[in-house]
């Protein structure tokens, strides 16, 4: 009885080895494996552009070369009395003549507007030297405006109304929805005169 049970206790000492090969084998292939695994995430770049949330372009917050916003005339354009002979709004300046003209950025950009169903929102101010608000409010001026760095639906434009205070005077008034950002040329037209500008529409 002795030498049977011996022989069992030979034969599984003799066993162990072989059954614990296989998991010691496992484990060093799942070691290994987890030393260099197959990346899933996609690289970052180093650098990022806004995206353009209506339109989907990509665009730089400044504008390029490519596009040549409207900067100050040389000489520049002073308007008539009883207006102040240049524009009341910090870092804007009078573009155009007496008989159409408009208040743009010396920068050329307008950035930040908000957004809403139809794109990006401004309020564009127009004046006329013989322009009154309380005998013209709803002057018959017309505003169009083109994308001229890429395709787009074109400027979706309001009907004009009046403005008026003690510092811009009596004013046309028009809403716009750009329905991308970039590089547009607005061009408007009353009584004869046409007036067109560059701008840069940023994030």
Same mark, same amino acid.
């Given at each position: 009885?002795?030498?049977?049970?011996?022989?069992?206790?030979?034969?599984?000492?003799?066993?162990?080895?072989?059954?614990?090969?296989?998991?010691? *084998?496992?484990? !060093?292939?799942?070691?290994?494996?987890?030393?260099?695994?197959?990346?899933?995430?996609?690289?970052?770049?180093?650098?990022?552009?806004?995206?353009?949330?209506? !339109?989907?372009?990509?665009?730089?917050? +400044?504008? %390029?070369?490519?596009?040549?916003?409207?900067?100050?005339?040389?000489? /520049?354009?002073?308007?008539?009395?009883?207006?102040?002979?240049? /524009?009341?709004?910090?870092?804007?300046?009078?573009? !155009?003549?007496?008989?159409?003209?408009?208040?743009?950025?010396?920068?050329?950009?307008?950035?930040?507007?908000?957004? +809403?169903? +139809?794109?990006?929102?401004?309020?564009?101010?127009?004046? +006329?030297?013989?322009?009154?608000?309380?005998?013209?409010?709803?002057?018959?001026?017309?505003?169009?405006?083109?994308?001229?760095?890429?395709?787009?639906?074109?400027?979706?434009?309001?009907?004009?109304?009046?403005?008026?205070?003690?510092?811009?005077?009596?004013?046309?008034?028009? !809403?716009?929805?750009? %329905?991308?950002?970039?590089?547009?040329?607005?061009?408007?037209?009353?009584?004869?005169?046409?007036?067109?500008? *560059?701008?840069?529409?940023?994030?």
């Amino acid at each position: 009885m002795k030498k049977l049970y011996l022989v069992l206790s030979i034969l599984i000492m003799a066993g162990l080895p072989a059954g614990c090969a296989p998991k010691a *084998v496992v484990q !060093g292939q799942e070691v290994r494996a987890l030393e260099n695994p197959a990346s899933t995430v996609p690289p970052i770049s180093a650098t990022s552009t806004p995206e353009d949330s209506a !339109g989907g372009d990509v665009v730089p917050e +400044n504008p %390029p070369a490519s596009c040549p916003v409207t900067v100050p005339q040389d000489p /520049s354009f002073t308007a008539p009395p009883p207006y102040s002979p240049n /524009s009341p709004f910090a870092s804007n300046f009078w573009y !155009g003549s007496n008989s159409l003209w408009t208040d743009l950025p010396e920068n050329g950009i307008w950035y930040d507007l908000p957004l +809403n169903s +139809n794109g990006y929102t401004q309020k564009i101010f127009w004046w +006329n030297e013989s322009y009154a608000w309380n005998e013209e409010p709803q002057p018959e001026l017309t505003v169009t405006g083109e994308r001229l760095d890429a395709t787009s639906p074109p400027l979706i434009v309001g009907r004009a109304t009046n403005a008026y205070a003690s510092d811009i005077g009596s004013a046309m008034l028009v !809403g716009v929805d750009f %329905p991308t950002l970039g590089c547009w040329r607005i061009t408007g037209k009353y009584k004869g005169a046409e007036l067109s500008f *560059v701008i840069w529409v940023g994030p």
